[in-house]
């Protein structure tokens, strides 16, 4: 029921690309993006809420594709501060309320 | 104010102790979470509270008990637990636990069972 992120882990150079897949067995209704440093909270990043959408937030911006159950999130032109353990999140549930579940996880350091 | 507050930030238990982990939000949010973290490893849904009732509880063993005092605070009490319950605690809330909104979280607690 987790949803699966790929890779687990990326180091990049400042500058360098990268996209983080997110997939779901299970069908998505929406998708969050967090990040998480290192001994810090998970801090929100971005929610996609219909498929196809795309969306941006400064040089970071996601996609989600609703009939693959996947979401990418792309980090264009990487800087140090983008360093942190990426996790999409997936909501579902009964009964009105939603849980916000997880994803495994991809550790991203970015080298200067 | 978009802060969510946690207290203590470390806590060191034995496993006969009983202590609480508490958590804040002053954001008029209406649902509130707590989530269990290992490291290196997702955060873990374990309660979810909208309006101030326990609306789902993932199969969390008793040892963990969750309050919800009023619609800002939560409360996780810890009685008897186990070394492998060390972890960061993270509380969490949204406006809604009927919408897809954003999480806010604290720092967590991070807790260690002798």
């Known amino acids: 029921q987790q949803p699966v992120q790929s890779p687990q882990a990326v180091i990049l150079r400042e500058g360098e690309d990268a996209v983080i897949n997110c997939s779901s067995s299970?069908?998505?209704?929406?998708v969050h993006w967090y990040r998480q440093k290192h001994g810090e909270a998970p801090v929100f990043l971005m929610i996609l809420l219909k498929g196809g959408e795309q969306k941006g937030h400064e040089k970071i911006s996601a996609s989600f594709n609703e009939k693959k159950q996947q979401s990418s999130l792309y980090l264009t032109a990487s800087q140090l501060s983008y360093s942190g353990t990426y996790f999409c999140g997936t909501v579902g549930g009964q009964s009105g309320t939603y849980k916000y579940i997880f994803g495994t996880g991809t550790r991203l350091k970015v080298l200067a | 104010d978009t802060e969510v507050t946690q207290t203590p930030k470390h806590l060191v238990m034995g496993m006969t102790n009983k202590k609480s982990l508490k958590c804040e939000q002053h954001m008029g949010h209406r649902a509130m979470y707590w989530y269990k973290q290992k490291a290196k490893k997702p955060p873990e849904l374990m309660f979810v509270?909208?309006?101030?009732?326990?609306?789902i509880n993932e199969s969390v063993p008793s040892r963990f008990s969750p309050e919800c005092p009023n619609s800002s605070l939560l409360n996780l009490h810890l009685h008897a637990l186990q070394p492998e319950d060390s972890a960061l605690y993270l509380c969490?809330?949204?406006?809604?636990?009927?919408?897809?909104?954003?999480?806010?979280f604290g720092e967590g607690s991070r807790l260690t069972v002798l």
């Open positions: 509270y909208s309006y101030e009732k326990l609306s």
């Open positions: 299970k069908a998505l209704y929406s």
């Open positions: 969490a809330s949204s406006f809604s636990a009927t919408n897809t909104g954003e999480l806010f």
